[in-house]
């Protein structure tokens, strides 16, 4: 089968564990024929916005990748919210798709997608929806403009061409239905994943990381990751983490810290044993973090990184959204902010007796809802 996946709506970059590369690498290790139509944007090694050249490579995963250059002479800002390419339409005819997966709602070549879908009955398009009002149409120019006046009447026109749209989060379902007027027939969650190891593989990562710091299988390892700046609140977790002198709790930063934070922080992990910075992590090194932690810590707002968490059996920890309400149900432990940690790092202790049952409760959840080969399955079956 020929699978399409259309990557204008950011910047799109090979090897990186987002989505779109998940997906993309899933398609390929099923068999398919798979090709990328991507903006000439991608991320640098400092993860800043970067242009590159328009034209046709091959992804790390043996994809075909097209990036195609912005049309209509449009100043940079302008091109990047307007989003139509030059040579889409070509494109779309010459690969002669039978499923498109258009990533995100946002963008002027959804048109020309819809247009060659309603030209050719036995193709399909699912369009994915990561847009919600914490990340999306937060001014009144983007909302009333931009969105509403703008992406939201082309992807009205090209509704009927679309098979699904596909939510990343429960906030992301709402802003489909109630903002942009989706169907709520063909609208549905379709979450941001992870992927999902042999019980073998993850046993090992997970002994391996343990004999590596010195925990004990009796210790209970809780870990925070990612880019971490004052939104994520890792001085107050420390903290709070401090105030709970139980030997067994373990906190492990795999990460890296702004300046601002390390500033804070460092004084706090140096005064406690009980806490390990490993620094910034590979995907693999943080999928052994996953697999060697038994909670994960998000003291605030979203992260793909929970689901992958969830992934390696981690007992989840975060703050109460409904996508988080979701997601971990009654297996995990919300709390309203990180006022309210010190409170968490209780229930660590006080549920340390049902840890191995909370943890294979995030897996089962996981490989029912978040396996991405079983998501890729969805978009091809």
């Given at each position: 089968?020929?699978?399409l996946?259309?990557?204008?709506?950011?910047?799109?970059?090979?090897?990186?564990?987002?989505?779109?590369?998940?997906?993309?690498?899933?398609?390929?290790?099923?068999?398919?024929e798979?090709?990328?139509?991507?903006?000439?944007?991608?991320?640098?090694?400092?993860?800043?916005?970067v242009?590159?050249?328009?034209?046709?490579?091959?992804?790390?995963?043996?994809?075909?990748?097209?990036?195609l250059?912005?049309?209509?002479?449009l100043?940079?800002w302008?091109?990047?919210?307007?989003?139509?390419?030059?040579?889409?339409?070509?494109?779309?005819?010459?690969?002669?798709?039978?499923r498109?997966?258009?990533?995100?709602?946002?963008?002027?070549?959804?048109?020309?997608?819809?247009a060659?879908v309603?030209?050719?009955?036995?193709?399909?398009?699912?369009?994915?929806?990561?847009?919600?009002?914490?990340?999306?149409?937060?001014?009144?120019?983007?909302?009333?403009?931009?969105?509403?006046?703008?992406?939201?009447?082309?992807?009205?026109?090209?509704?009927?061409?679309?098979?699904?749209?596909?939510?990343?989060?429960?906030?992301?379902?709402?802003?489909?239905?109630?903002?942009?007027?989706?169907?709520?027939?063909?609208?549905?969650?379709?979450?941001?994943?992870?992927?999902?190891?042999?019980?073998?593989?993850?046993?090992?990562?997970?002994?391996?990381?343990r004999?590596?710091?010195?925990?004990?299988d009796?210790?209970?390892?809780?870990?925070?990751?990612?880019?971490?700046?004052?939104?994520?609140?890792?001085d107050l977790?420390?903290?709070a983490?401090?105030?709970?002198?139980?030997?067994?709790?373990?906190?492990?930063?795999?990460?890296?810290?702004?300046?601002?934070?390390?500033?804070?922080?460092?004084?706090?992990?140096?005064?406690?044993?009980?806490?390990?910075?490993?620094?910034?992590?590979?995907?693999?090194?943080?999928?052994?973090?996953?697999?060697g932690?038994?909670?994960?810590l998000?003291?605030?707002?979203?992260t793909v990184?929970?689901?992958?968490?969830?992934?390696?059996?981690?007992?989840?920890?975060?703050?109460?959204?409904?996508?988080?309400?979701?997601?971990?149900?009654?297996?995990?432990?919300?709390?309203?902010?990180?006022?309210?940690?010190?409170?968490?790092?209780?229930?660590?202790i006080?549920?340390?007796?049902?840890?191995?049952?909370?943890?294979?409760?995030?897996?089962?959840?996981?490989?029912?809802?978040l396996?991405?080969?079983?998501l890729?399955?969805?978009?091809?079956?």
């Amino acid at each position: 089968m020929k699978v399409l996946h259309v990557c204008i709506c950011g910047p799109f970059t090979d090897g990186l564990t987002y989505q779109e590369n998940e997906l993309i690498d899933q398609h390929m290790e099923l068999g398919h024929e798979v090709t990328v139509i991507a903006t000439t944007e991608t991320y640098g090694p400092d993860k800043q916005i970067v242009h590159t050249e328009a034209g046709i490579t091959q992804l790390s995963c043996g994809a075909k990748l097209i990036r195609l250059p912005y049309r209509w002479g449009l100043p940079g800002w302008l091109a990047t919210k307007i989003r139509t390419h030059r040579g889409m339409r070509e494109c779309l005819e010459g690969i002669q798709p039978d499923r498109i997966l258009f990533h995100g709602l946002t963008g002027w070549d959804l048109l020309i997608v819809a247009a060659y879908v309603r030209r050719s009955p036995s193709a399909k398009l699912f369009a994915d929806c990561h847009e919600d009002f914490n990340n999306s149409a937060m001014s009144w120019p983007s909302r009333e403009l931009l969105h509403k006046r703008f992406y939201k009447p082309i992807f009205r026109h090209c509704i009927d061409q679309i098979s699904e749209v596909l939510c990343v989060t429960v906030e992301s379902l709402d802003f489909a239905i109630d903002f942009y007027g989706s169907d709520r027939t063909k609208t549905r969650i379709y979450p941001l994943g992870g992927r999902i190891e042999p019980a073998a593989a993850n046993a090992r990562r997970r002994a391996e990381f343990r004999r590596r710091l010195g925990f004990t299988d009796a210790d209970l390892v809780i870990t925070q990751t990612g880019k971490l700046d004052r939104t994520k609140r890792l001085d107050l977790a420390l903290s709070a983490f401090r105030a709970n002198p139980s030997p067994r709790l373990k906190f492990v930063i795999a990460g890296w810290m702004t300046d601002e934070v390390k500033a804070d922080c460092l004084p706090l992990i140096q005064a406690d044993s009980r806490i390990v910075d490993l620094g910034w992590q590979s995907t693999d090194e943080l999928r052994t973090v996953l697999a060697g932690a038994d909670f994960f810590l998000q003291p605030f707002g979203q992260t793909v990184t929970t689901q992958m968490a969830m992934c390696h059996g981690c007992v989840v920890m975060a703050q109460d959204l409904p996508s988080h309400r979701w997601l971990i149900g009654d297996n995990g432990k919300l709390f309203k902010d990180a006022g309210e940690l010190d409170i968490t790092f209780r229930w660590v202790i006080e549920n340390q007796e049902r840890v191995e049952q909370l943890r294979q409760a995030s897996m089962h959840f996981a490989e029912a809802n978040l396996d991405y080969r079983k998501l890729a399955l969805q978009i091809i079956s």
